[in-house]
């Protein structure tokens, strides 16, 4: 059976390319837009009281193939989730040229720090320069707008260590679905460090434990770069006994003893460490 979260259908639509393969009363075929907010919310219903699924950032591609409310539907290019955007969230944008690179930055109306900025950005956006030439130290955005120069790196540019990635993190505050410095979830964590070294990463954490590096016994010490995971949560080792991980507990990505985790998952879930990838 297919994975409702990454198969765009539904009873009464399903993608053009799903004909065949799933019953729906109609096939549409989608058309790509871009996230045009900073963040904008991917929802599994078209209600504003809904539960965040996921999360887009400024730049990141939507396919739609319903937009006939506030509401657009479709997938995420980026782990191919499917739900619901809002439409004022979504527009044409320049073909991305560069990824932010810093945790959060900002869009200035011109290239002077001084200005009142236009909105923010976070890691992992991304962006079309218009010029590489910096004014000031500013780069001019082809949408519009000026980003500091040393906050963007062109495409395929990554950053080289996930866990450096992951660690910058620490202290942001723990919202279900985030997958920014302004509020991001257990498995967002791993996926945007992931993304930040150029690696495909799935959203959430039963994709992510089956998909992630390769798995690792659970004998095995643990060490520097393991993925551990328990039920319904997910956190990355900063050495043998140390887990940086998003957390209701503290509402914060944190660091707490590995055996601390595990006493405070035991509690609920039974099964501590359901298991380990290793990311090589």
Not at 95 to 103: E, G, S
Request: proline content about 8%; aromatic content about 8%; some cysteine.
């Amino acid at each position: 059976m297919s994975d409702p979260r990454l198969t765009p259908a539904r009873p009464d639509l399903a993608a053009r390319h799903l004909e065949g393969k799933v019953t729906a009363a109609r096939y549409a075929d989608g058309q790509l837009w871009q996230v045009s907010t900073p963040r904008a919310p991917l929802k599994s219903r078209p209600e504003d009281g809904a539960s965040y699924a996921s999360e887009l950032l400024f730049g990141e591609s939507f396919t739609v193939y319903d937009d006939e409310s506030s509401w657009a539907w479709g997938q995420a290019a980026a782990d191919q989730y499917v739900g619901y955007v809002p439409s004022a969230a979504l527009g044409h944008l320049p073909a991305a040229t560069h990824w932010v690179a810093a945790l959060s930055s900002h869009v200035y109306p011109g290239p002077d720090l001084k200005l009142p900025p236009l909105m923010p950005l976070y890691l992992g956006s991304r962006v079309a320069l218009q010029s590489t030439v910096p004014d000031k130290g500013f780069l001019p955005l082809a949408s519009g707008g000026w980003v500091f120069a040393a906050h963007v790196r062109p495409l395929g540019d990554w950053a080289m260590d996930f866990v450096l990635e992951a660690e910058r993190f620490l202290g942001a505050p723990y919202h279900w679905g985030g997958r920014s410095v302004a509020g991001i979830d257990c498995s967002g964590l791993v996926q945007m460090a992931l993304s930040a070294t150029g690696r495909d990463c799935a959203r959430d954490t039963d994709q992510q434990a089956a998909s992630i590096g390769r798995p690792v016994s659970l004998s095995e010490p643990r060490t520097r770069g393991d993925i551990v995971f328990f039920p319904g949560h997910v956190g990355i080792m900063l050495d043998a006994t140390q887990l940086l991980h998003a957390n209701a507990t503290h509402m914060a990505v944190t660091i707490n003893p590995l055996d601390e985790v595990i006493a405070i998952v035991a509690k609920t879930a039974g099964e501590p460490v359901s298991g380990i990838r290793r990311v090589d």
